[in-house]
C-alpha cells in the first residue's frame, strides 16, 4: 500500500482527522530497537544530524549513517516527502477521497498529472486520497480529475498549517533553498550549499528559519517500523479545543484508544503528540 493524506470529520466530536499513512505490511520485522529510535527521531525532525542521534542513542555518527542506509536500502524509508505549504502559492489545501478505486497505482499517476493535484495514494482502508492545492477552501473537484475518476466520495479541507498568507513569502534565497529540498529533502548542508551557490550558513539559517515558520511539510515516508511487536506512528489533534496536556493524554494511550487511527491529527493551535510507539 502507498503512504497517503487523507482526512474525515469524527461524527460524534466533529473533529476533523485527517491522515498520513506511512506504512505498509512486509513479509517480515526488519529493524532493530535502535532502528526504531532512530525512525522516532526522523520523524520528528527529519533534518537531525547523525551526529545528534548518535548521542541520544549511544552510537557514533558514522553508525547512525550506516544504519539509516540500510533502512533506506531496504526500503523502509525510502523517501522523505517535502512540499511548501499552499500559503505560499496563495492555495488552500483541498483533499478529494474515493473509494474502491480499481488500479490504484495507475490512478495515483493519472491524478498527479491533473492540476491542481500535488499528492495521491492509498491508505490502509483503501480510500483513494487526492490533495490539490486549491483556488478556495471550498473548491469543487477539478474537472479533469472527474473524468479520470469521477465524483469522490467526500472533500474536505485540513488546516496541515496555521500560517497565515501573509506570512508565507519566500525570498528568491528561500526559493533557491527550498527547490533543492523539494527533491532531495535530507541533503546535506554542504550538498545544498553547493547546488545553489549559498554558504552552508546562510542555507542552514533560510532552510532553518522556513521549517520553524512551517513554510513546508516534511515527513518520513516509513514503509516498516515493527520491532518486538511495536509499531511507529504520529498522532495529532485538530479541534476548537485542544487540551493542553494532550502529548501526555496520546503518549500514555492504551493499545485500544489508538489503534484504531494510524496516521495523524493535527491541531489548529499546534499543540501536538509527536512519535509514539503502540504495542500491536
Known amino acids: 500500500m502507498e503512504g497517503s493524506k487523507g482526512a474525515a470529520v469524527h461524527l460524534e466530536s466533529g473533529r476533523t482527522i485527517s491522515n498520513t499513512v506511512v506504512f505498509i505490511n512486509r513479509p517480515d520485522p526488519v529493524v532493530d530497537e535502535k532502528d526504531f529510535q532512530i525512525l522516532a527521531h526522523l520523524a520528528r525532525d527529519p533534518f537531525v544530524s547523525n551526529e545528534k542521534i548518535g548521542r541520544s542513542l549511544g552510537l557514533s555518527g558514522a ?4 544504519r539509516v542506509g540500510n533502512l533506506v536500502a531496504g526500503g523502509v524509508v525510502p523517501a522523505t516527502w517535502l512540499l511548501p505549504v499552499p500559503q505560499v502559492f496563495r492555495r488552500h489545501s483541498r483533499i478529494f477521497v474515493y473509494k474502491d478505486v480499481p488500479l490504484p497505482a495507475e490512478a495515483i499517476e493519472a491524478a498527479l498529472g491533473t492540476d491542481p493535484v500535488v499528492w495521491a495514494g492509498v491508505d490502509l482502508d483503501r480510500f483513494f486520497h487526492v490533495h490539490a492545492y486549491a483556488e478556495s477552501p471550498n473548491a469543487a473537484v477539478p474537472e479533469k480529475l472527474a473524468r479520470l475518476l469521477g465524483e469522490p466520495a467526500f472533500a474536505v479541507s485540513p488546516p496541515f498549517s496555521t500560517v ?7 525570498s528568491s534565497i528561500d526559493w533557491r533553498v527550498l527547490l533543492v529540498l523539494v527533491r532531495r529533502p535530507r541533503a546535506t ?7 545553489t551557490g549559498l554558504s552552508p550558513k546562510t ?3 533560510h532552510r532553518d528559519a522556513m521549517f520553524a515558520n512551517g513554510l513546508f511539510l516534511l515527513f518520513p515516508v516509513i514503509h516498516v517500523a515493527q520491532s518486538s511487536g511495536l509499531v511507529l506512528y504520529n498522532a495529532y489533534v485538530h479541534g476548537a479545543s485542544v487540551p493542553a496536556n494532550a502529548h501526555s493524554i496520546l ?3 492504551s493499545p485500544g484508544v489508538v489503534s484504531s ?3 495523524r491529527t493535527r491541531p489548529a493551535s499546534g499543540s501536538s503528540a509527536g512519535p509514539t ?3 500491536r
Open 63 to 66: 553508525s547512525i549513517k550506516r
Open 164 to 170: 497565515r498568507v501573509e506570512e508565507a513569502t519566500l
Open 189 to 195: 548542508l554542504k550538498e545544498t550549499a553547493t547546488a
Open 203 to 205: 542555507v542552514r539559517q
Open 251 to 253: 503518549s500514555g494511550a
Open 261 to 263: 487511527r494510524r496516521g
Open 277 to 279: 510507539r503502540w504495542r
